[in-house]
C-alpha cells in the first residue's frame, strides 16, 4: 500500500465540526423545536444537492452526456457547491482522473487502498496541486468557471445563508440552518461517496470484469440512480446509469423529463447492441474461469 498523503487539517477539521452538528440538528429537532417546515426544507435541500451532484456535476460535467439550458446548469453549479465536495472544475477533474485510471495508483479515491479511504479518507488528506488539463471542454463554459472562482462564496450563500434567511419566514433560522445545512450535508456526503466505496465492492459486474465497479439498486436508492456503476463505467457516456427499465434511475428520467421542453438535448446513449455484447463478453469470461471437468467415458 502506498504511503498516504499528510493529513488536510481544514478538510479534517470542517468535516468534524459538520458531523457534530448534525448531531446537534438530532438533538435540536428531538428536544428544543420541532419544525416540519424545517424538516421539509432540509428534504428538498437533500433532494436538489443530490440531484445537482449526480445530474450535474458527474452527468453533465465529468461526463458531458447531455447538454443542458444556461439555468439549468446555473442550479446545479449553485446547489452543487450547497453539497461542499468542491467546485464542478475539481470534481470533474478528479473524477475523470478516477475513470482513466480506476483501480490504480492514480486512482484519487481507490477502493485497492481500502473502504475507508475510497469512502472519506481521501477527502481528509492533502490532495495533489490540482491538474486541469483534462478538462479543457469545462474551462471554456463562463458558469462552471465563474464558480469555481467564487465557490467558497457560493457555497456559503447556498448551503448557510439561504436556509437560515428561509428559516426566518416560520420562525426557525436555527433549526433551518441545522437540519437544511449540516445535517444534510452529511447525509449528502456519505450518500455521494457510497458511490467511491460501497459501489467498488458491493453488487453485480454484469457489464464488465475489468475493474471493480458494481451495480446495486442499495447504493442506486441514496444516490438518485448512480448505484449502477458497472454499467456506468463500461458506458460513462450514457446519460442514463440505470440501463433496464425496473432499474431505480430518478436522474434519468429527470434528463429525459426536461429535453421534453428543451432544457436538455444531446442526450448520449450507448446502443442496445453495444449493451448486450458487453453482458455476453462478461457471460463467457465467467464461463471461461470455471474449472474444467474432465470428459465422461
Same mark, same amino acid.
Given at each position: 500500500m502506498s504511503q498516504r498523503r499528510p493529513l488536510d487539517k481544514v478538510n479534517a477539521n470542517f468535516i468534524l465540526v459538520a458531523h457534530v452538528l448534525a448531531v446537534v440538528a438530532v438533538l435540536y429537532m428531538c428536544l428544543i423545536k420541532f419544525s416540519w417546515m424545517s424538516l421539509g426544507l432540509g428534504v428538498f435541500y437533500a433532494w436538489i444537492c443530490t440531484l445537482s451532484i449526480s445530474a450535474g456535476y458527474h452527468r453533465l460535467f465529468s461526463h458531458p452526456t447531455y447538454r443542458a439550458h444556461a439555468i439549468l446548469r446555473a442550479m446545479y453549479l449553485f446547489f452543487g457547491a450547497a453539497s461542499i465536495q468542491n467546485s464542478a472544475l475539481k470534481w470533474s477533474a478528479d473524477h475523470r482522473i478516477h475513470h482513466s485510471k480506476v483501480d490504480k495508483k492514480e486512482d484519487p479515491y481507490n477502493i485497492r487502498k481500502g473502504f475507508w479511504w475510497a469512502h472519506i479518507g481521501w477527502v481528509l488528506h492533502? /490532495?495533489?496541486?490540482?491538474?486541469?488539463? +483534462?478538462?479543457?471542454?469545462?474551462? &471554456?463554459?463562463? $458558469?462552471?468557471?465563474?464558480?469555481? !472562482?467564487?465557490?467558497?462564496?457560493?457555497?456559503?450563500?447556498?448551503?448557510?445563508?439561504?436556509?437560515?434567511?428561509?428559516?426566518?419566514?416560520?420562525?426557525?433560522?436555527?433549526?433551518?440552518?441545522?437540519?437544511?445545512?449540516?445535517?444534510?450535508?452529511?447525509?449528502?456526503?456519505?450518500?455521494?461517496?457510497?458511490?467511491?466505496?460501497?459501489?467498488?465492492?458491493?453488487?453485480?459486474?454484469?457489464?464488465?470484469?475489468?475493474?471493480?465497479?458494481?451495480?446495486?439498486?442499495?447504493?442506486?436508492?441514496?444516490?438518485?440512480?448512480?448505484?449502477?456503476?458497472?454499467?456506468?463505467?463500461?458506458?460513462?457516456?450514457?446519460?442514463?446509469?440505470?440501463?433496464?427499465?425496473?432499474?431505480?434511475?430518478?436522474?434519468?428520467?429527470?434528463?429525459?423529463?426536461?429535453?421534453?421542453?428543451?432544457?436538455?438535448?444531446?442526450?448520449?446513449? /450507448?446502443?442496445?447492441?453495444?449493451?448486450? +455484447?458487453?453482458?455476453?463478453?462478461? &457471460?463467457?469470461? $465467467?464461463?471461461?474461469?470455471?474449472? !474444467?471437468?474432465?470428459?465422461?467415458?
Open positions: 492533502k /490532495a495533489p496541486e490540482p491538474d486541469f488539463s +483534462n478538462v479543457p471542454d469545462l474551462k &471554456k463554459d463562463p $458558469l462552471v468557471m465563474w464558480q469555481h !472562482k467564487h465557490y467558497l462564496l457560493t457555497a456559503v450563500l447556498s448551503a448557510g445563508v439561504l436556509p437560515l434567511a428561509l428559516g426566518f419566514l416560520w420562525g426557525d433560522p436555527i433549526g433551518a440552518l441545522l437540519i437544511a445545512g449540516f445535517l444534510r450535508i452529511v447525509v449528502d456526503w456519505h450518500s455521494t461517496f457510497s458511490i467511491n466505496s460501497v459501489a467498488h465492492m458491493i453488487g453485480r459486474r454484469p457489464y464488465s470484469l475489468a475493474n471493480s465497479a458494481r451495480d446495486s439498486f442499495l447504493t442506486a436508492l441514496v444516490t438518485m440512480g448512480e448505484g449502477y456503476h458497472n454499467f456506468h463505467h463500461r458506458f460513462a457516456n450514457d446519460y442514463r446509469n440505470g440501463v433496464r427499465w425496473f432499474h431505480f434511475d430518478p436522474t434519468k428520467w429527470w434528463v429525459w423529463t426536461l429535453s421534453k421542453v428543451n432544457l436538455t438535448w444531446d442526450l448520449k446513449r /450507448a446502443s442496445r447492441e453495444a449493451i448486450l +455484447n458487453a453482458r455476453a463478453k462478461v &457471460k463467457a469470461e $465467467l464461463e471461461a474461469r470455471k474449472p !474444467k471437468t474432465a470428459a465422461s467415458n
